[in-house]
């Protein structure tokens, strides 16, 4: 038998919960050069719906992981990036605040980078849909927290849209130990550490609202970035 070819991307989606979001999500998908991985760790329908969507969708190659214990923003982004086939991949939000075309184009930006990650804050970006001021606030509050810590120079590590090699990926991906919402920091940092090349390129993004950030998760946020950074989990 002919082995099945490598797609040529895969996206992360993971979905904790996401039954009355995902379809809306799956079906503006209306073509797509490579694998849609969506990470179900809740205690909802949602891996029902994408199961159900993947055997209709025969388009589409979607892949559902299906786990009885919640992994937590990061963990479920690891795990899809583990088994992720592509030698491009990347993850986004099942809110639909980026769009499948807007991924596509963090792609295009990895002729020239190991890594590309969407950017509400810098010129160019188009933001249809704004968060609420204390979102906002909240949002650059953590970020200079985070360049403090870290020496990151990116205006924005938390916005749901990131790229990557998958060579880059794999490289860091066994030392991570973040599984919250700090995931994409210490992910971040610990490729740049590696030698890596992560640009941030402008996004469309609108804010969906039913944010899955809650004031308890900022402080596990803070608390799992200094953890990380005192070297309690290996750089």
């Known amino acids: 038998m002919i082995p099945e070819p490598a797609p040529r991307h895969s996206l992360v989606i993971p979905a ?10 799956l079906e503006s998908i209306t073509e797509f050069d490579g694998e849609l991985i969506i990470v179900c760790d809740g205690t909802d329908r949602t891996a029902e719906i994408v199961k159900t969507i993947s055997a209709r969708r025969t388009d589409l190659i ?47 930006s990895l002729d020239s980078a190991d890594g590309a990650i969407g950017s509400r804050w810098v010129p160019g970006s188009n933001l249809t849909v704004r968060q609420g001021w204390m979102r906002r606030m909240e949002s650059r509050g953590f970020n200079l927290i ?18 990557f090699r998958k060579t880059a990926v794999d490289a860091v991906l066994s030392s991570m130990v973040s599984n919250g919402f700090e995931f994409d920091v210490e992910l971040l940092w610990r490729l740049r550490s590696a030698g890596y090349t992560i640009i941030e390129v402008p996004i469309e993004w609108q804010n969906k609202g ?26």
Do not use: W
């Open 16 to 25: 904790y919960n996401e039954e009355a979001r995902i379809t809306p999500l």
């Open 62 to 108: 979607i892949r559902c992981l299906e786990f009885d214990h919640r992994l937590g923003k990061g963990g479920g982004v690891r795990a899809g990036l583990a088994v992720a086939r592509a030698p491009l991949v990347g993850y986004f939000d099942a809110d639909g605040s980026t769009t499948l075309g807007e991924m596509l184009r963090l792609f295009s």
């Open 146 to 163: 985070m360049r403090i810590l870290y020496g990151l120079p990116y205006h924005d590590t938390q916005c749901g849209a990131k790229v």
């Open 210 to 235: 039913d944010s899955r950030v809650k004031k308890r998760d900022m402080i596990g946020m803070l608390s799992g970035l200094l953890r990380v950074r005192l070297h309690r989990g290996r750089a």
